[in-house]
């Protein structure tokens, strides 16, 4: 059974800096695809930013292109989101999510994490 935790969320001010950890329990198979999502109040889910778990392959949502940076810990099976010159725009809940496709769909991803808040003061 697959488990993903969130940790790392926190109020900041625009042009701040945070990092977001995924944690996940259980195997990640090499082929797996480990996704960031965020929701933020009346609004969908939207992708932010994905990574393959054996190649390393990246996507970005335009909105966050440049300014963050999914990276993996393989040992530590344990996903990170750097999130440099924030933004009010980026206050969010933020997901974790696992899947086995490249995909910005949510839909895409079976597996997914409680959420962490990050709020972006102007």
């Known amino acids: 059974q697959v488990q993903l935790e969130e940790s790392g969320g926190g109020l900041v001010q625009a042009g701040g800096s945070l990092r977001l950890s995924c944690a996940a329990s259980g195997r990640i198979y090499s082929s797996s695809v480990m996704g960031w999502f965020r929701q933020a109040p009346g609004k969908e889910r939207e992708f932010v930013a994905l990574?393959?778990?054996?190649?390393?392959?990246?996507l970005f949502a335009n909105s966050v292109k440049g300014r963050f940076t999914i990276s993996k810990v393989s040992a530590e099976n344990t996903v990170y989101l750097q999130m440099d010159s924030l933004k009010p725009e980026d206050t969010a809940v933020y997901y974790c999510?696992?899947?086995?496709?490249?995909?910005?769909?949510?839909?895409?991803?079976?597996?997914w994490g409680q959420g962490t808040q990050v709020t972006v003061s102007s």
């Open positions: 999510a696992r899947g086995s496709q490249f995909s910005s769909g949510p839909s895409e991803y079976p597996y």
């Open positions: 990574i393959r778990w054996n190649t390393g392959r990246t």
